[in-house]
């Protein structure tokens, strides 16, 4: 995390009372600053709420919403619905495994792609799905994945 994140996060933080039933949303205005919620961050909003650290990363790693690791400029969300993963949305992912070196929950040491597993898209007709961004790509193969990823620097 660099100083003009930790900046942005501790301007955001110091916008709440200091309630820890704020703490939920403080992460979600972070999260939506930042694109995710740094270590750092984590314990800054305990510090400043005066609750545990080990509560704050509770509530960050249980909850899908929340990033631990910062965004890559591309998201790809590999639809894993029942349709899709029956289609091979399995194969897709190992495909971007193998290739950019991620799992989901991931961002390439380039910070090019986001991978994440979502459970459904909503385009089981023509799944497998992926989406890159706001781009939704249907009837996937592994090397379909491949050519349309290079599309996006």
Do not use: W
Request: overall charge negative; some cysteine; glycine content about 8%.
């Amino acid at each position: 995390m660099n100083d003009e994140d930790l900046l942005k996060a501790n301007q955001i933080i110091s916008g709440f009372d200091r309630d820890s039933n704020s703490l939920i949303h403080i992460l979600q205005e972070i999260q939506a600053k930042l694109g995710y919620v740094p270590q750092e961050s984590q314990r800054e909003v305990a510090d400043y709420l005066g609750v545990p650290v080990s509560k704050v990363f509770g509530i960050v790693s249980f909850y899908n919403f929340f990033k631990i690791n910062p965004p890559g400029r591309h998201q790809v969300h590999v639809c894993m619905g029942t349709a899709c993963y029956v289609k091979g949305a399995e194969k897709l992912i190992e495909k971007i495994k193998a290739e950019f070196k991620i799992r989901p929950g991931e961002t390439t040491a380039d910070h090019r792609f986001s991978l994440e597993e979502v459970r459904c898209i909503g385009c089981c007709a023509i799944g497998p799905v992926i989406t890159v961004d706001e781009d939704v790509y249907g009837g996937m193969t592994p090397e379909k994945v491949s050519a349309i990823l290079k599309k996006y620097e």
